[in-house]
């Protein structure tokens, strides 16, 4: 059964950095475009970033074009989100999910369930 498992999250002052790191068990996530999603308190879940089944080809919200940076390694069965400087804005539980393909900077659509995500905080 899918599962993702997302990590890499942590407390971080403004400026600073954080890599976030998605696996997925019982699931080929080698196959599949992935996508990051964040969570801040009292919002609606929104994408941030897709990358292709092949990575050839990333998307970005405007809102961390620049600063984040979507990445895989297929070998590895592993997706991953640089995010360089953070913001306080950025404070959200963040999520990846898998899907065909992506439309825009989110999976056109989601396989499975949202995993427990990993918290990211940011502030002085």
């Known amino acids: 059964q899918l599962q993702y498992v997302e990590s890499g999250g942590g407390l971080v002052q403004p400026g600073g950095s954080l890599r976030l790191s998605c696996a997925a068990s019982?699931?080929?996530?080698?196959?599949?475009?992935v996508g990051w999603f964040r969570q801040a308190p009292g919002k609606e879940r929104e994408g941030v970033s897709c990358?292709?089944?092949?990575?050839?080809?990333?998307n970005y919200a405007d809102s961390v074009k620049g600063r984040f940076t979507i990445s895989r390694d297929n070998a590895k069965k592993m997706v991953y989100l640089q995010m360089n400087s953070l913001k306080p804005e950025d404070t959200a539980v963040y999520y990846c999910?898998?899907?065909?393909?992506?439309?825009?900077?989110?999976?056109?659509?989601?396989?499975?369930?949202w995993g427990q995500g990993t918290q990211v905080t940011v502030s002085s």
């Open positions: 990358i292709s089944s092949s990575g050839d080809s990333t």
């Open positions: 019982g699931f080929p996530l080698e196959r599949y475009a």
């Open positions: 999910a898998a899907g065909p393909g992506c439309s825009g900077y989110v999976p056109a659509l989601r396989f499975g369930s």
